[in-house]
C-alpha cells in the first residue's frame, strides 16, 4: 500500500536524523516553543498506533508503550534517555508492519469515524486514517528538520 511506504521513508528519514544527532540536542527546546526533536518524533510514533488502533475502535485496549509521555498535550517532563530513544526507533519500525497485519486479518472492515483536531476532515475509512498519519508524520518530521536547523544551521 502506498501509504505505507510514504509512512515509513518519512520515519526513515525521521530515524536518520535522530541518530545524527547527539541526545542533548535532541532533548533541546528550541526559544519559544514548547517540544524538541525526540518529543516530535515520539509523539508521531505513539500517534500513528492511537489513530490506526485505539481511535478506530478496532483495537481500544491496544496498549502503547510511552504513550504517556509523547501523548497529544504532552510536553517533554525531562529529558530522554538513550534507552527511551532507542525503544522509540524499534517501535517506529513495527508500525507499518502491525497494519498490514491488521489489514490482511481485515479487521478494519469497520472503523469508528474520527476527526482529528489537526485537519478537522471526519475520518470513515483505515485508508484515510492512513493518509491522515502519512500527513500528522511529515508535519512533525518538519518540525523535527526545523528544530535541527535551528541547533545546528
Do not use: C
Not at 508503550?65 to 527511551?84: F, I, M, V
Amino acid at each position: 500500500m502506498y501509504t505505507l511506504k510514504i509512512i515509513d521513508s518519512i520515519r526513515q528519514k525521521a530515524i536518520s536524523l535522530i541518530k545524527a544527532t547527539p541526545l542533548e540536542v535532541l532533548n533541546q527546546v528550541p526559544a519559544g516553543f514548547n517540544n524538541n526533536i525526540i518529543w516530535n518524533f515520539g509523539h508521531l510514533v505513539v500517534s500513528g498506533y492511537g489513530l490506526v488502533f485505539k481511535v478506530t475502535q478496532v483495537d481500544p485496549g491496544f496498549v502503547i508503550p510511552l504513550l504517556d509521555a509523547y501523548k497529544k498535550g504532552s510536553r517533554p517532563a525531562a529529558p530522554a534517555t538513550q534507552q527511551e530513544v532507542d525503544e522509540l526507533i524499534a517501535l517506529s519500525g513495527t508500525f507499518t508492519l502491525a497494519v498490514k497485519e491488521a489489514l490482511d486479518a481485515n479487521r478494519f472492515r469497520e472503523i469508528s469515524t474520527y476527526t482529528t483536531d489537526t485537519f478537522g476532515v471526519p475520518v470513515t475509512t483505515i485508508e484515510e486514517m492512513l493518509i491522515t498519519v502519512a500527513a500528522h508524520d511529515t508535519l512533525h518530521w518538519q518540525s523535527m528538520r526545523d528544530y535541527a536547523r535551528i541547533f545546528n544551521p
